[in-house]
């Protein structure tokens, strides 16, 4: 089992910037992928950011490109998502996820508002 912790939500401006973590935990070793998806209300959850494991590739969504930015610290398990530029649309909860084997895992979500 891979355990998530996410943290780094809250409530900022438009224009404004935040940056998530998601603190991996578990049997972390063969993750071959980490990222995030978000859901706002009423909306279907929608693929935000992936980073490959082993390669370090990054992958975005077309309405963050530019403005968010997928890392990883393999030395403490941990992903980030820095989130530049936040709109308005960008208000959701958003959610790490870990791919290990043919299981995906998820973290309990971090809300994210953007006020106008």
């Known amino acids: 089992q891979v355990q998530l912790v996410e943290s780094g939500g809250g409530l900022v401006q438009s224009g404004g910037s935040l940056r998530l973590s998601c603190a991996a935990s578990?049997?972390?070793?063969?993750?071959?992928?980490m990222g995030w998806y978000r859901q706002a209300p009423g909306k279907q959850r929608e693929l935000v950011a992936t980073?490959?494991?082993?390669?370090?590739?990054?992958n975005y969504a077309d309405f963050v490109k530019g403005r968010f930015t997928i890392s990883r610290d393999n030395a403490k398990n941990t992903v980030y998502l820095q989130m530049n530029s936040l709109k308005p649309e960008d208000t959701a909860v958003y959610y790490c996820?870990?791919?290990?084997?043919?299981?995906?895992?998820w973290g309990q979500g971090t809300q994210v508002t953007v006020s106008s």
């Open positions: 578990g049997s972390t070793s063969s993750t071959r992928a």
């Open positions: 996820y870990a791919v290990r084997g043919l299981s995906t895992h």
């Open positions: 980073i490959i494991t082993s390669s370090s590739t990054t």
